[in-house]
């Protein structure tokens, strides 16, 4: 599922930080595009349900899938579509989940974010925050346990979710057990409408890492290069023995909590903050500054990234939609103990 | 005309004119007024009593429940019924036993965006009445119209017990109603919201608009259904039934959620078990199907109990 990525170190040389930084803005923009086109499938009445977006959050995302391998675990959130492309899951997985296609992953069973393939080491998330993180602690204990080596877990989560009784029981387990788990939270200033100062009160979420016995880094999430470098870092860390790592992302969500909120209750002057840069703008701005790229490469980056969605969005849109008569309604694994889908008229 | 939505609106706006010890607490329900707006314009109106909470639903309702043991009259709104959940031990344990154990009442009041809507999915549809209600020691409303929303939510928070307050999110917005009611049947009442003599629904909540609209539809058939409203689920206003029952002598309970152990069920279980002879056919039951509820409009659509069948149910019970 992941791509061929180098673990590379922190001294990685600048052709190797170019390389990186390339595959990453391509993930990067390509989630930006396949997001657009949602909100406007969106707003032209062809998602039933919620949408939503991870604009500004592309870098964090990326980088997290970009430190792990074939073989790691990722358990992504409601923002994290740049990382779910990185870590292999295909733009069709994304398309089909939110139009509810019958060959997606979730045949039109779950919707839009609420996918994945735990098969691959995508978990499909349950709205519930936090309860994804003990999940993956699960993950790996097994791991442990069939004496498989190497592998990481990753789950990223929001500042709101922090507050979750699962976040504090799931880093306390995995602390306990000193599992390789990196728990990367998008500090985005806001859980819907609710600012940090009524989520919590301490003075940074990283100092959170003392009181649990694991290691904390910090980073800013509106800086593709230092999220790659922090990314890589704890989960080699985490790969290496190092136990659970705890990394705190400060950046601004820049759209709504989904399509359907305006955000007017942003603080403008967070939005004028070098918080509410726009992480893929940067990106691009370092690609020319640094002549990794061309304004016509870049370009042609573009045009390719809308080309891929249309035409993800175009077979979606052919696809069967689900049937309720030849659905399977049976909620078993094992089946002579399902009731078959039982309504009892 | 008044929705559903602005009458939970205004009863919570009435509570905190009228008692001094009513707050408001849950995620997002202050400035911004709640996820759904239940709460628009109250943390303006009421400074300090309208109060975002953290990500917490079990410190959310830990805490309600302290402050209700101090004298206090918490409303909690859980951002969906689905997230109750995670406050589930707190209710169920802590809530729910506390008069029962002390003899300290627990004032307070769970309000529940239940239900499903189209494309909400899994985590974001559920009905929860059965589970609560379950549990000795908890009031489980479950509010079918405008009028009901207002004046059941009004009672809720001057109830001396914990109140789980399903209300619907399917009805918020186009349920409408002239204005809000003056007067209200008592709690633990159910009311006939259609007369008959063919054949009785007892459902609630928004099934209770589909059974009214099946009962239209088969009045031009000739037949006449009665249609009753449970209201209220726990209490579960037996006699109603029953009186309902001994006039018709065909039972079909509806409901929308699941159909394990729940609402249906206990409906059909008083009946049998307190008015078997009155029956002239076996009782019979509609439900959700026993899956998670699903995201796409098809599956949905078919998961859950509709006027049409609803109808297809009442004809079979007609005929028997
Ligand atoms: C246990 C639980 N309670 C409430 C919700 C409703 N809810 C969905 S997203 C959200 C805000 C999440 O904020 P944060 O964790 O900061 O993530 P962000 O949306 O900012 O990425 C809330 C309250 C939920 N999904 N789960
Ligand atoms: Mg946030």
Known sequence: ??????????????????????????????????????????????????????????????????????????????????????????????????????????????????????????????????????????????????????????????????STGAFHEGLNLAAVEKLPLVLVVANNQYAYSTPTSRQFACEDLVDKAVGYGVAGHSVDGTNLEACLDVLDRAVTAARTGGGPQLVIASLLRLVGHGEHDDAGYVDPALRKSPLGADCLELAEQRLLHENWTTSSALHEMQQDAQRQVEEAVATTLREPLPDPDTEDWCPLATRHLCEGGYSPT | MITYL??????????LADDPRVYIYGQDVGQFGGAFKATKGLAKEYPGRVLDAPISEDAIIGSAIGAAIEGMRPIIEMQFADFSTVGFNQIVNQAATLHWRTQIPCPITIRLPSGGT????????????????????????????????????????????????????????????????????????????????????????????????????????????????????KPLDTDTVLASVARTGRLLAVGEAWPWGGVTAEVIARVATEGFALLDAPPMRLNAKDTPVPFHPNLWGTHRPTAKTIAVALRRLLSA
């Open chain 2, 118 to 233: 189209a494309g909400a999915g899994p985590f974001h549809s559920q009905s929860m009445e059965a589970l609560y209600a379950h549990y000795p020691g908890l009031v489980v409303m479950t509010p079918a119209t405008v009028e009901d929303a207002y004046s059941m939510l009004l009672e809720a928070v001057a109830i001396d017990d914990p109140v789980i307050f399903c209300e619907h999110k399917y009805l918020y917005y186009h349920l409408k109603a002239e204005k809000l009611p003056t007067e209200a049947v008592p709690t633990g009442k159910a009311r006939i919201a259609r007369q008959g003599r063919d054949a009785t629904i007892v459902t609630y909540s928004a099934m209770l608009h589909e059974s009214l609209a099946c009962a239209e539809e088969l009045a031009s058939e000739g037949w006449e259904i009665e249609v009753i409203d449970l209201r209220t689920i």
């Open chain 1, 1 to 162: 599922m992941v791509q061929a990525t180098a673990v590379s170190t922190a001294s990685a040389d600048t052709s190797d930080l170019k390389a990186r930084f390339l595959t990453a803005f391509r993930w990067m923009l390509l989630a930006r595009v396949v997001e657009e086109k949602l909100a406007a499938l969106y707003r032209g009445g062809k998602i039933t349900g919620g949408v939503f977006l991870g604009k500004g959050q592309e870098a964090l995302s990326v980088a997290t899938a970009m430190a792990l391998r074939k073989g790691d675990v990722f358990a992504p959130l409601i923002r994290d579509q740049a990382g779910r492309l990185a870590f292999g899951e295909t733009l069709l997985d994304c398309t089909r989940t939110y139009m509810g296609s019958r060959l997606g992953p979730m045949r039109g069973r779950d919707g839009n974010v609420h996918r994945g393939r735990p098969k691959e080491g995508l978990m499909a998330m349950i709205s519930h925050l936090g309860a994804m993180l003990p999940v993956v602690a699960g993950t790996l204990l097994a791991r442990r346990f069939r004496g498989v080596e190497g592998t990481v877990g990753a789950v990223n989560l929001g500042d709101g979710a922090t």
């Open chain 2, 6 to 15: 602005e009458a939970i609106r205004e009863a919570q706006a009435k509570a």
